[in-house]
């Protein structure tokens, strides 16, 4: 497959994800260095005791400690970016592994721009919803007996994504997402989501406050 010249480089998506580790965590990236260069330093006394071969193992576990508190740092950096930003919880479960389907398009959503998304996997059937859970209580209730209907012996899960009471903030959603039990086989899995695409989509979010004259869209 030829390589789409358009396509930043592995060192310039290297470089974006520092800036936006930066301006998430100014902290982040001196504690990635001083991490790494500590790791090195402990290596190189135990190399003048044990012998040379210790300095080439400290030079790749210096490098993994960096990359992986780098990795960590610029995940955490990334939610503290994007948490209450509208759609945050879809793009947290976009990038989810394993066998799950996210549907893009808001399973509900009202004048406020609360939205409710939904995910198939393993578990079943997930609605996760974005705003104030008092607002958003009754959109989800609504939407899983209109899942109910079409997937009857399919468990459905409900979670309000936020920071409020109650709520799952945005850093463990996914990681909740993966606790919830495993109800369904792969093939299910598939199928399940053929009949969730069979339900009428949702209209595209609004992108501004809707009239207070104008009756919300059924």
């Known amino acids: 497959m030829a390589k789409d010249p358009a396509a ?23 504690i990635v260095y001083a991490s790494a260069l500590g790791t090195l330093v402990v290596f190189v006394v135990l190399g003048l005791f044990f ?15 960096g ?13 503290s970016m994007m948490d209450g930003q509208p759609g945050a919880s879809l793009a947290v ?11 893009e398009k808001p399973a ?27 607002r958003v209580q009754k959109m989800l ?11 009857i012996d399919v468990p459905v899960y409900d979670i309000q994504c936020g920071n409020g009471e109650g709520q799952v903030p945005l850093a463990k959603l996914q990681r909740h ?8 086989k792969k093939p299910v899995v598939s199928e399940v989501n053929n009949r969730m695409r069979a339900l009428t989509p949702a209209m595209p979010i609004p992108k501004g406050p809707m009239p ?7």
């Open 8 to 30: 930043p480089g592995r060192l310039k998506q290297i470089r974006m994800l520092v800036q936006i580790t930066k301006q998430g965590d100014p902290k982040a990236m001196p």
């Open 51 to 65: 012998g040379w071969t210790w300095y080439v193992t400290g030079v790749f576990a210096a490098v993994l400690v």
């Open 67 to 79: 990359m992986f508190l780098f990795g960590r740092r610029s995940q955490r950096a990334q939610y």
């Open 93 to 103: 479960m976009k990038n989810m592994r394993g066998n799950w389907y996210v549907d």
């Open 108 to 134: 509900a959503f009202n004048r406020d721009q609360d939205v409710v998304f939904r995910v198939v996997g393993y578990p079943g059937i997930v609605l996760v919803s974005e705003g104030p859970g008092t």
């Open 141 to 151: 209730v609504a939407e899983k007996k209109r899942v109910q209907r079409v997937a």
């Open 177 to 184: 997402l993966m606790k919830l039990p495993r109800n369904l």
């Open 212 to 218: 207070r004259s104008q009756q919300r869209p059924r």
